[in-house]
């Protein structure tokens, strides 16, 4: 199977040129899957290159691509190290899609693996993972539920406000400030509201993390053609006890009102 | 409270900031003005003191902290440091220079920027927390003088440039040699038209001290003592890996991917900074690139020509019109077609920094755009990005400047965004 695969790269190589040429017909890619498999801290990583150099090429060639992916969700599901995953989820991060999510999201709550498997899934364009990090939210914990946050708010899907919001009041204050930055990265009306709710209500140590992620939401609305709500968030945040926050607030309903800063 | 020490006492962190606020409050209770608030014969007076920490002290941070201790407005009140050995070593400096104890000291920058006294820090750190620490920063309400490159994949820079916006903090990215004469000399030939029409601009990448990226990982060995290395904090937004003293050696975490951009950022922040300026293309980068025997070519929406040259010290940049050209390395050497570009005209050697610190120091007072601001350093930067992907991929790409994304290769840009390690987050 790998052997037809890398004809198929023998080929793209042969089109594309530099790059890719140093691919050989031979069973390196095979073997690059064997030092997957045995892979460790500080062990050589080249034995690896061909599979690099395959996920390379695979960005043109979708068939290579999906028969790459397939491979490699197989290793990641196996028992190999954590050093071996860590490669994998680098791979599957360039080739992977939806057909990899319920694989990488297995390591979402994992302490160990979870921010590389936020690494995939931030990656992936596909609906499918914005909805397996949202799934998450209910299986996740500590620093972990932190990431995951972080990535629905990188994706800026609005589809997991109603599972975010609750969390404002999470006694843990880092998914708290996570989930604040969160809303603001995903900018809709509703989120909105519900940092407007959260302004008054944020303790004194999230005070800070309460309004960036405010402001964020206002620049968000502005983007979105919505100036009347950005402008309201601006009115308020120039009553905030922050300095640099009422300035910053500021700066906002000039930028609204088309004021050169 | 994780401080290490934190002995600045109250006369000695009296800032701009904090004298202006007091100095108001005297209308309602007084205030005795002190001789340290007045100044002296080298230091200015409190009003118009700039009170400063600094976030990693390696060698660049040192000889940065020296740049700044030299300006008699500035005060450097806190130094910061995942290293016991550099952290200790910065605030001795520190107290030298001052002939006190004063100088704070901590392991983790949080701690630095929840300081209200401050108003602005340089980051000297590992390019893996450049974009972090600034972005922590301006979060907190302080002006930036930030090390290049700022980023490592171009994301962060873009989100960067977002949060400077956000606060309107200013901004100085460390590419000093757009304060040196002799390379504004050469940007101006080319920006006033006296090349003629603009066609190719060399950047020079640099000879390759890393040895190409290697993305190598190491061995684990037995984590020191927080104090003594803060391996978590060292790694911050990267992947977790064990422990292993090599990792944080300059010409090993140069080489990978994780850590830096490689040579291409590491020269590229100045050589196709200087290029992009000469091209008065500060706010946008070229639209295509494509690998050419071991190095890139690029080519900008206005028909220039961007050639990464091969490294050959000194770092030097060449622009090439249709009615001239100049060449401006380092080592102060200057030439020109015609030669009488440069008739009468002396420059000094070298790359210092005094100047590029300066524009800083006098911008965080008047509050005007820096020389090197966010913007100008992340689109050179990206440009150096793309490169570095165009390389990794061998392929031609095309990008397009305003969406910041390439055009019909969705691979290539999966490599412009990480997922940053928690706690830490860009937006």
């Not at chain 1, 042969?14 to 890619?29: E, F, H, M, N, R």
């Not at chain 1, 919001?165 to 843990?172: E, F, G, Q, Y």
């Not at chain 2, 004063?102 to 390019?127: K, W």
Request: proline fraction near 5%; charge should be positive.
């Amino acid at each position: 199977m790998l052997r037809q695969l890398l004809v198929a790269v023998g080929l793209m190589a042969a089109l594309c040129g530099a790059g890719i040429s140093t691919l050989a017909a031979d069973d390196s890619l095979d073997k690059a899957f064997e030092a997957l498999k045995a892979y460790d801290w500080g062990k050589e990583r080249a034995p690896l290159r061909p599979l690099e150099e395959a996920v390379a090429a695979a960005g043109k060639d979708a068939a290579l691509a999906k028969a790459l992916e397939k491979k490699l969700v197989e290793l990641l599901k196996s028992d190999v190290s954590q050093a071996a995953k860590d490669q994998i989820c680098r791979q599957l991060s360039l080739v992977g899609s939806a057909d990899c999510v319920p694989a990488v999201a297995e390591l979402l709550p994992d302490e160990k693996l979870s921010h590389m498997a936020r690494y995939v899934l931030e990656r992936i364009p596909a609906p499918e993972a914005s909805k397996a990090l949202r799934e998450a939210l209910g299986k996740t914990k500590g620093v972990q539920k932190v990431g995951v946050l972080n990535s629905l708010g990188v994706k800026r899907d609005a589809e997991s406000l109603p599972a975010i919001v609750p969390l404002l009041a999470d006694s843990d204050p880092q998914i708290a400030a996570a989930a604040a930055a969160a809303l603001g990265a995903i900018g809709t009306s509703e989120a909105a509201k519900a940092l407007a709710d959260f302004q008054g209500k944020a303790p004194e140590a999230l005070k800070l993390a309460a309004a960036d992620a405010y402001l964020a939401c206002a620049e968000a609305l502005l983007a979105a053609g919505k100036k009347a709500e950005a402008l309201a968030i601006y009115k308020e945040l120039t009553k905030s006890e922050i300095r640099h926050v009422k300035l910053a607030a500021t700066r906002g309903m000039m930028s609204v009102m088309g004021k050169k800063q | 409270m994780n401080q290490i020490q934190h002995r600045a006492s109250s006369e000695a962190v009296l800032s701009r900031r904090s004298f202006c606020r007091r100095a108001a409050a005297t209308l309602a209770v007084p205030y005795v003005i002190t001789g340290t608030a007045l100044g002296a014969a080298n230091r200015a007076p409190a009003s118009e003191r700039i009170v400063m920490g600094t976030i990693g002290t390696g060698p660049r941070g040192m000889d940065n902290i020296n740049n700044f201790l030299a300006n008699p407005d500035v005060q450097m009140v806190a130094v910061c440091d995942v290293r016991g050995q550099r952290r200790k070593a910065a605030k001795a400096a520190v107290d030298k220079y001052y002939g006190n104890q004063d100088c704070a000291a901590y392991i983790d920058l949080r701690e630095l920027l929840a300081r209200s006294d401050i108003d602005a820090v340089m980051i000297a750190t590992g390019d893996n927390w450049h974009t972090m620490a600034s972005i922590l920063a301006a979060r907190a309400g302080k002006d930036i003088y930030c090390e290049k490159p700022m980023s490592v994949v171009l994301g962060e820079g873009r989100v960067l440039c977002q949060t400077m916006q956000r606060y309107g903090v200013i901004f100085q990215c460390g590419t000093q040699r757009r304060s040196i004469a002799r390379f504004r000399f050469a940007v101006e030939l080319a920006q006033t038209g006296k090349l003629g029409q603009l066609k190719t601009l060399y950047a020079e990448k640099s000879p390759d001290w890393f040895g190409g990226f290697h993305e190598k990982t190491l061995p684990p060995e037995p984590e020191p003592p927080r104090e003594v290395f803060d391996w978590n904090l060292w790694l911050g937004p990267a992947a977790w890996r064990p422990y292993n003293p090599k990792y944080a050696e300059r010409n090993f975490w140069g080489g990978h991917r994780d850590f830096s951009g490689g040579m291409i950022t590491e020269w590229g922040s100045h050589t196709v900074d200087l290029c992009q300026w000469a091209n008065n293309a500060d706010d946008t980068t070229p639209v295509e690139f494509e690998p050419a025997q071991g190095t890139i070519i690029a080519h900008y929406a206005n028909g220039v020509k961007l050639v990464f040259e091969e490294g050959v010290w000194p770092l030097h940049v060449r622009f090439v019109g249709t009615e001239g050209e100049i060449y401006v390395d380092d080592d102060g050497n200057m030439r020109s077609k015609p030669e009488s570009l440069l008739a009468g005209r002396k420059f000094d050697k070298g790359y210092p920094q005094a100047n590029h610190v300066r524009n800083f120091l006098d911008c965080v007072k008047s509050r005007q755009r820096p020389i090197a601001p966010a913007e100008g350093a992340h689109r050179a930067n990206s440009t150096c990005q793309i490169a570095n992907i165009c390389m990794l991929l061998g392929r031609p790409l095309r990008f397009d400047p305003q969406t910041e994304k390439f055009v019909g290769d969705p691979e290539a840009d999966r490599m412009l965004w990480r997922a940053y390690r928690p706690p830490w987050r860009l937006v």
